[in-house]
């Protein structure tokens, strides 16, 4: 595969300062909890009921949460409490969830156990938990092996063919699925219900209307993955399923993607923050531990740099995604993540009129495909030019899948004809399947049979962008990156440390917080 000569040094450097940049938050990670949290912590341990309110179904986690965030005594963490209720009342997880949800037991009412016994149980069960997401690891892990999957994290068998579906329904939802995978595709992102990132809930059960996507739940997690895993072993080949974990319930959702044996989630350290305005603390706090399950259970996740193309010129801000993939990557080790677990995100949408678009595109792609060479890397097709022309649509859909597999992209989402019209329908993805099959298969190797012409416009527009880049890290590190966000340091977007939603649920950590999986995830 041909590569760019870039400066390693720049490159160096580039990661010093987010390391830099990345230590105060560091510090407020580890000394901070959210009520996301305590409610991730309890569905680990089992709580993954629900109750009766306002005539819709409630999860227990959330009933139980307020009421402890109610009277202020989250700060110590929920376990300590939750344990000692299910050594006063011998009863399992499950059981005691449901009682305190209901209210037929008060956890702040129980007599209280030893410090010591409270600690040694609650070690003994987020093991177990532990061990569980280890085990739902395994059981897809020995799926992928039995279907022959031929991912590489370094985009060698790729791109991968990543498609979406998005009707609502998740019954509905399966069979366009199916179609997609018996047509190519090798991923399929069930698109999220449209705003439901803003919920500090997550929904219930099987779910069959969504605005714009199907809700992210539990149950459609497990009806999407059978579905895939008997069309994987009916194709002889691994089908992944990826799924949204961001927003207000990031951490909850990377607990159910991890015990429904998802592959890939869309999780990003500053996404919620610059296109949901959820709070600055509580969504960086909250990436973290969802990174910590996410690493254990070994997901791949998704970036989303992409997103900063649509709102800022991408022409002139290419160095504000390449600064952000390095800030990810930083929090992403913090996680203990591994570099094959990243799959940063970036996107092509340069104006199609803009002289030499092509070379600038192929510029940045190579770039980012040779600084983070280990990781699955994510290219996003165009959306911001797309237009009622489904022909024009089309020729872009192709020359972005030629520039994905010219610089050896990981994952490639398709894009579709109909973009700017409508919700696609089958045909609309069989027809973006068959455009992206006929492109890979043709110039699967070109990579390998050519070279960048040294000081040519492609790698002088990669220095540019590089440049740039060490310039827009020094600024954040200069003033610190809740600072630099407010200053609008990405897409164009200005938010406050202590404004946005969700901040009423950061809690700062007592002398006395109880949480275990903070040490075994």
């Excluded at 680990?44 to 306002?54: F, Q, S, W």
């Excluded at 803003?198 to 009806?223: C, K, S, W």
Aim: glycine share 8%; aromatic share 8%; proline share 3%.
């Amino acid at each position: 595969m041909a590569h760019l000569t870039l400066d390693t040094r720049v490159v160096s450097r580039c990661r010093e300062l987010a390391a830099d940049i990345a230590k105060p938050i560091e510090t407020l990670i580890n000394t901070h909890t959210t009520i996301a949290i305590e409610r991730a912590t309890l569905r680990l341990l089992g709580v993954n009921g629900a109750v009766t309110r306002g005539g819709q179904w409630f999860p227990e986690v959330n009933a139980i949460i307020e009421d402890l965030h109610k009277e202020k005594v989250l700060d110590r963490g929920v376990l300590h409490w939750f344990v000692n209720g299910m050594i006063q009342k011998k009863m399992t997880a499950a059981e005691l969830g449901a009682a305190v949800a209901t209210r037929k037991i008060s956890l702040l009412k129980l007599p209280v156990a030893s410090d010591a016994e409270i600690r040694k149980l609650g070690k003994e069960l987020c093991a177990r938990a532990r061990q569980n997401i280890v085990d739902c690891r395994e059981r897809r892990d020995a799926i992928r092996a039995e279907t022959k999957d031929p991912f590489d994290a370094t985009g060698k068998n790729g791109p991968l063919l990543y498609v979406i579906v998005a009707t609502g329904n998740i019954h509905d939802d399966v069979i366009q699925a199916r179609a997609a995978a018996q047509a190519g595709a090798d991923a399929i992102a069930v698109i999220r219900s449209t705003a439901q990132s803003l919920l500090d809930f997550v929904p219930h059960g099987a779910t069959t209307e969504g605005f714009g996507g199907t809700y992210a739940t539990q149950e459609n997690f497990r009806i999407m993955r059978e579905a895939l895993d008997d069309e994987s072993r009916r194709l002889g080949r691994y089908i992944r399923l990826t799924n949204y974990c961001s927003g207000l319930c990031m951490t909850e959702i990377a607990a159910l993607g991890a015990m429904e044996r998802l592959d890939f989630l869309l999780n990003d350290a500053m996404y919620g923050i610059l296109f949901r305005d959820i709070n600055m603390k509580r969504t960086l706090i909250d990436q973290h531990f969802s990174r910590r399950i996410i690493a254990l259970s070994r997901i791949v996740i998704h970036t989303g740099e992409d997103n900063y193309l649509t709102t800022a010129d991408a022409v002139e801000n290419g160095h504000q995604v390449l600064a952000s993939q390095f800030i990810n990557e930083r929090f992403a080790l913090h996680a203990h993540m591994t570099e094959d677990l990243m799959g940063l995100g970036h996107a092509q949408e340069m104006d199609p009129e803009h002289p030499n678009v092509f070379l600038l595109e192929i510029a940045r792609a190579q770039m980012t495909r040779d600084i983070f060479p280990k990781s699955p890397i994510k290219f996003m097709p165009p959306t911001r030019f797309k237009c009622g022309d489904i022909f024009y649509s089309h020729l872009m859909d192709a020359m972005f899948n030629f520039v994905g597999v010219l610089t050896g992209q990981t994952i490639q989402l398709l894009g579709m004809a109909t973009e700017a019209m409508h919700t696609p329908l089958l045909q609309d993805r069989w027809m973006s399947i068959k455009n992206a099959k006929y492109i890979f298969n043709g110039a699967k190797d070109l990579g390998n049979e050519l070279t960048y012409k040294p000081g040519g416009m492609i790698e002088k527009w990669a220095e540019k962008v590089l440049g740039e880049t060490l310039k827009h890290l020094e600024m954040i590190h200069s003033k610190g990156l809740m600072k630099a966000i407010e200053e609008k340091a990405f897409a164009e977007v200005s938010r406050r440390e202590t404004g946005g939603k969700g901040f009423d649920g950061v809690m700062l950590r007592s002398a006395e917080y109880f949480n275990p999986f903070f040490e075994i995830l």
